[in-house]
Antibody
Framework: QLVESGGDLVQPGGSLRLSCAASGFTFSSYWMHWVRQVPGKGLVWVSGINGDGSITEYADSVKGRFTVSRDNARETLYVQMNSLRAEDTAVYYC???????????WGRGTMVTVSS | QSALTQPPSVSGSPGQSVTVSCTGTSSDVGSYNRVSWYQQPPGTAPKLMIYEVSNRPSGVPDRFSGSKSGNTASLTISGLRAEDEADYYCSSYTTSATYVFGTGTKVTVL
């Protein structure tokens, strides 16, 4: 199970940190991903991190502004979002990477709204 | 990275088959057999239906099948059922070590 938290209303240029608490599987053994979705629109991959946190990847649209990390002892995934823009407004899902290059477990999402 | 191209909508009657296409480039769909398909009913999180082009996770009915030719992947739903009505998204790993999703297709059961 994955449960996201931390979504909020934030002003343009502001920062926010999202969390994703995992349970029911060996968290440290899996890649984890963040995927976002503007309500009514399509899915967009944001970032991924490998099991020990040594490899991170980002979509071009968030590179340099978002930082993904994980705490395997706490079984929690994070994304630190800085310099937020209106176009970052979306539901943010965390997901477990499994079945090569796929996401097989998804959280319910947390809403981030960037607006003045 | 541009989104993979899917038709906005497809429809079929119960029992029929429908196919959803997903067109990318030689930098994503055409480079690897790393295409996945997700089902997303309204108001819910996505669910993995197909991985590595044509493999089904346990619990996914064999009515769902996938294939790929060149830069285009396809999802076929055979024996369409009312509960199959949802949005479907393809996804591919890319040569930049990132992922790209498709634009999404609404499947309607008439």
């Amino acid at each position: 199970q994955l449960v996201e938290s931390g979504g909020d209303l934030v002003q343009p240029g502001g920062s926010l940190r999202l969390s994703c608490a995992a349970s029911g599987f060996t968290f440290s053994s899996y890649w984890m991903h963040w995927v976002r979705q503007v309500p009514g629109k399509g899915l967009v991959w944001v970032s991924g991190i490998n099991g020990d946190g040594s490899i991170t990847e980002y979509a071009d649209s968030v590179k340099g502004r978002f930082t993904v990390s994980r705490d395997n002892a706490r079984e929690t995934l994070y994304v630190q979002m800085n310099s937020l823009r209106a176009e970052d407004t979306a539901v943010y899902y965390c997901g477990r990477g499994n079945y090569p290059y796929s996401v097989d477990i998804w959280g319910r999402g947390t809403m981030v709204t960037v607006s003045s | 990275q541009s989104a993979l191209t899917q038709p906005p909508s497809v429809s079929g009657s119960p029992g029929q088959s429908v196919t959803v296409s997903c067109t990318g480039t030689s930098s994503d769909v055409g480079s690897y057999n790393r295409v996945s398909w997700y089902q997303q009913p309204p108001g819910t999180a996505p669910k993995l239906m197909i991985y590595e082009v044509s493999n089904r996770p346990s619990g996914v009915p064999d009515r769902f099948s996938g294939s790929k030719s060149g830069n285009t992947a396809s999802l076929t739903i055979s024996g369409l059922r009312a509960e199959d009505e949802a949005d479907y998204y393809c996804s591919s790993y890319t040569t930049s070590a990132t992922y790209v999703f498709g634009t999404g297709t609404k499947v309607t059961v008439l």
